[in-house]
């Protein structure tokens, strides 16, 4: 048995705690809504604790699930983050998907601290964390990530270190790139056949199972179809998944036309009122549109 923290129970983080408290771990966990740790608790058999420092006293792992850059650095940082509770040696895994930026900030305030900081941003959504098949990408130093992988994978179906501290990052914004056009090509797709007087179910089910087949066309055209955008992963979210791709394209000198445009059209779908739609919404703006 292990001693882990988990911090951040959103609809990813509470179902991954769970895993790794049902794997035999012994899971103490913090979120900013006290009562969200206290009923996670009282489900699963694990503790809350007040503080991520509080959480993160005499774990040897440390993992976050949490909003965005600055909600990172406030569970980790300070009298009462994370980091001023860990022991040295212990190892902090961080599955948020926030910039390289505060990444690599972090792993170098994990260091002064004498221990180990891995980036782990997850895809796969709330259905991928409650069944424990996330794909999990890393990066960091190779000894923290070989000991924190066998833990990971409580929750995931791919667990791979990418490179150094901020490389997994990277990879999850190259993740959201391919997402974002293929949910636009898909949405585009079904708006088509429903003008033609197309049976969108037929079609579907004849194009996806030759090169135009992808995860979002098996998993999200059905609720497309039928209008229903409560499947996970937001609009909000998404915003700002992108808006950290392309600022780190401006730094890298990538182009990325296509995601910039799709960025724009994830701006209307929030101007419909979309904003906690999940990111299959996109469908909704060109039936806006007539």
């Known amino acids: 048995m292990t001693k882990i923290a988990f911090l951040g129970l959103g609809v990813m983080g509470h179902p991954m705690a769970g895993h790794l408290q049902a794997a035999g771990h012994e899971v103490s966990v913090y979120n900013r809504t006290t009562a969200k740790a206290e009923s996670w608790a009282k489900e699963h058999g694990g503790s809350f604790a007040a503080t991520p420092r509080a959480a993160a006293e005499g774990?040897?792992?440390?993992?976050?699930?949490?909003?965005?850059?600055?909600?990172?650095?406030?569970?980790?940082?300070?009298?009462?983050?994370?980091?001023?509770?860990?022991?040295?040696?212990?190892?902090?895994?961080?599955?948020?998907?926030?910039?390289?930026?505060?990444?690599?900030?972090?792993?170098?305030?994990?260091?002064?601290?004498?221990?180990?900081?891995?980036?782990?941003?997850?895809?796969?959504?709330?259905?991928?964390?409650?069944?424990?098949?996330?794909?999990?990408?890393?990066?960091?130093?190779?000894?923290?990530?070989?000991?924190?992988?066998?833990?990971?994978?409580?929750?995931?179906?791919?667990?791979?270190?990418?490179?150094?501290?901020?490389?997994?990052?990277?990879?999850k914004m190259c993740n959201q790139i391919a997402i974002a056009g293929l949910v636009q090509g898909l949405s585009e797709a079904l708006h088509f056949a429903e003008k033609a007087g197309l049976d969108g179910r037929a079609v579907v089910e004849v194009i996806s199972q030759g090169a135009a087949g992808s995860w979002q066309m098996a998993n999200r055209s059905e609720t497309m179809l039928d209008d229903h955008f409560e499947h996970g992963f937001a609009v909000d979210w998404m915003r700002k998944d992108l808006g950290i791709c392309l600022d780190t394209a401006n730094e890298t000198g990538a182009s990325l036309p296509v995601t910039a445009l799709v960025d724009q059209f994830y701006k209307d779908v929030q101007k419909l009122g979309g904003g906690r739609w999940d990111t299959s919404s996109l469908i909704k703006r060109l039936r806006a549109m007539g």
Do not use: K, W
Request: net charge negative.
């Open 59 to 171: 774990a040897e792992f440390v993992m976050s699930c949490v909003g965005n850059d600055d909600d990172l650095r406030a569970v980790c940082l300070g009298p009462d983050g994370a980091f001023a509770g860990m022991a040295s040696g212990s190892v902090f895994v961080d599955h948020t998907t926030v910039s390289a930026q505060v990444t690599r900030e972090l792993y170098a305030a994990a260091a002064q601290a004498g221990i180990a900081f891995v980036d782990a941003p997850i895809s796969g959504g709330q259905a991928g964390a409650e069944n424990g098949v996330l794909s999990v990408m890393c990066g960091g130093d190779e000894a923290p990530y070989a000991r924190a992988e066998p833990v990971i994978g409580a929750y995931a179906r791919i667990c791979r270190r990418i490179g150094d501290s901020g490389a997994g990052q990277m990879t």
